[in-house]
């Protein structure tokens, strides 16, 4: 069975960093695509970043680039997100999610990890 | 960056109801589109990729179709646990881009 687990959200204040890790099991972790979505209270889905099996290709929205970085570990079947220079906007639950490759549709995502970036 | 903009925002049906979303995309992505189910307070769900590929276990009520700049997610017969909000997404090429939702009611 497929599982992600996210964890790393909590509180943080304005201009600080957080790190969310994905912890995979139940597939062939080096052989797929990973992603981030985010989901603002009430709001729709945005995705964040992505990031290909060999860490050759990586993608972000405008929203984060030069603040987000995305990073994976194939031998401990872990993804991540380092977030610098948070700001208010930033704040949602954050999921992973898995792809066949970098463009592809998500096929298994996470419970998510709530991120709120408040002083 | 190509936009996705989904048509209506919210709909209201009944059981049993043909439900018919719309997804337009400001350039053409061949069939690089996908579709997903969220339900209250869960996690979204892949329905359909490709444009027109129903995923694994996703009932045949739903299907969809397009190709270019304009998709259809079509449900044939609503359903009371269909009660969603339903977003496009594009993945030919970054950013991947959802469409802002569809909110679907039962009646």
């Known amino acids: 069975e497929v599982q992600l687990v996210e964890s790393g959200g909590g509180l943080v204040q304005p201009g600080r960093s957080l790190r969310l890790s994905c912890a995979a099991s139940g597939f062939t972790f080096d052989d797929y695509a990973m992603h981030w979505v985010r989901q603002a209270p009430g709001k729709g889905l945005e995705w964040v970043s992505g990031i290909s099996w060999n860490s050759g290709s990586i993608g972000y929205a405008d929203s984060v680039k030069g603040r987000f970085t995305i990073s994976r570990d194939n031998a401990k079947n872990s993804l991540y997100l380092q977030m610098n220079s948070l700001r208010a906007e930033d704040t949602a639950l954050y999921y992973c999610a898995k792809g066949v490759s970098i463009a592809a549709s998500f096929d298994y995502w996470g419970q998510g990890t709530l991120v709120t970036v408040s002083s | 960056d190509i936009q996705m903009t989904q048509s209506p925002s919210s709909l209201s049906a009944s059981v049993g109801d043909r439900v018919t979303i719309t997804c337009r995309a400001s350039?053409?992505?061949?069939?690089?589109l996908a579709w997903y189910q969220q339900k209250p307070g869960k996690v979204p769900k892949l329905l359909i990729y490709a444009a027109s590929t129903l995923q694994s276990g996703v009932p045949s009520r739903f299907s969809g179709s397009g190709s270019g700049t304009d998709f259809t997610l079509t449900i044939s017969s609503l359903q009371p646990e269909d009660v969603a909000t339903y977003y496009c997404?594009?993945?030919?090429?970054?950013?991947?881009?959802f469409g802002q939702g569809t909110k679907v009611e039962i009646k």
């Open positions: 997404q594009k993945y030919n090429s970054a950013p991947l881009t």
């Open positions: 350039q053409g992505i061949s069939n690089y």
